[in-house]
């Protein structure tokens, strides 16, 4: 089966772009670099990834197969979660506390994991919406999404100052979970697959889109950056909803052939098994910036290289 390969090429450079990140590459080199690029501009990967699941995701409804995928993505989301139980599974204490926290770690997700949960959460719901019309879903996108921004902002501009209100939203899972992040941006990508006059557009269209999403990105972190300084954390930006659509669909239209999954793999691989590796490191007490990045960035492509021969028996802990 014929493959769009610049969509792969796309999901392993943003893999490699969480790499960078979770090793702090960029930390105390520039206070304005580290807000438009770590908390600025590569806040695209997970919206990217969602979009990319979500465009796929029309062969699911039109088989009707919901079953069948939630058996391969749950088995992955276990495994994961199994692979890092070391670092998340901790009970200093029984109480009532520590008890809800380790279930909503269990349910949402650890670490980076948060995003097979919502990918779970995120399908179940289009699939149960997937009879309503473009319009209806558009707006269920849209209007989740901002809600889901408006917690965020709520917290870091604390609008709630001194209630329990300001100190949940100050935490990212009551707005960085399937339904505020997960849904928009897979029910997107569901619906540029679904609607072919967006697909259709001159790519220089698609360009123009890429560049004006980008300028908007990098305008709402500066402006954060000017209120708050930097210390927060920002996951969600209004301006991911134009950028990332557009460049989807501009390194879909490049349309480079291929029929090998080996960089879908090695994306998929690549973001999971990461983790592993920097908290070796560190434990190993390497300082987050360059060196880290470099040591985990080819300790897990060498990794996945070694376990790729066992792709058929491993396949579904890495997907692709």
């Known amino acids: 089966m014929q493959r769009n390969v610049s969509l792969d090429v796309l999901k392993l450079i943003l893999a490699v772009i969480v790499v960078i990140s979770h090793a ?3 930390m105390g080199y520039s206070e304005l670099g580290y807000q438009l690029t770590v908390e600025g501009m590569f806040r695209i990967v997970v919206p ?14 039109r088989k009707k197969s919901l079953a069948g995928w939630l058996k391969k993505v749950v ?4 495994f994961w979660m199994l692979v890092y139980v070391y670092f998340w599974l901790d009970i200093p204490a029984a109480n009532l506390h520590e008890v809800l926290r380790l279930l ?12 097979l949960s919502a990918l779970i959460g995120a399908a179940i719901l289009l699939y149960m919406l997937r009879n309503y019309s473009v319009k209806v879903l558009m707006a269920c ?9 408006f917690f965020m902002y709520a917290g870091n501009y604390d609008l709630f100052a001194g209630s329990r209100v300001d100190a949940l939203l100050l935490e990212a899972w009551p707005y960085r979970n399937f339904l505020f992040f997960g849904f928009p941006f897979f029910c997107i990508g569901y619906l540029l697959r ?8 001159d790519r220089r269209y698609y360009a123009i889109w890429t560049l004006a999403g980008a300028l908007l990105l990098l305008g709402e972190s500066y402006l954060n950056y000017v209120s708050l300084g930097v210390g927060l954390h920002f996951d969600m930006y209004l301006s991911l909803l134009v950028f ?25 691989a690549l973001y999971f098994i990461h983790p592993l590796f920097i908290s070796l490191f560190e434990a190993l007490s390497y300082q987050p ?8 960035l080819a300790s897990s492509l060498v990794a996945v290289t070694l376990l790729k021969g066992s792709r058929r028996r491993l396949g579904f802990a890495f997907g692709g």
């Open 48 to 61: 990217i990834f969602m979009m990319v699941s979500g465009y796929f995701f029309i062969g699911v409804i």
């Open 289 to 296: 910036g360059n060196m880290l990045a470099f040591l985990a």
């Open 194 to 201: 679904s609607w072919d006059g967006i697909r259709q557009l």
């Open 75 to 78: 088995t992955m989301y276990l």
């Open 24 to 26: 702090q590459v960029f």
């Open 244 to 268: 990332c659509p557009g460049l989807f669909l501009w390194v879909w239209s490049l349309n480079v052939p291929g029929d090998s999954t080996s960089l879908a793999y090695y994306a998929t």
């Open 141 to 149: 996108t849209v209007g989740l999404y901002c809600l889901g921004v």
């Open 104 to 115: 909503r770690v269990a349910i949402m997700g650890y670490h980076h994991l948060w995003f």
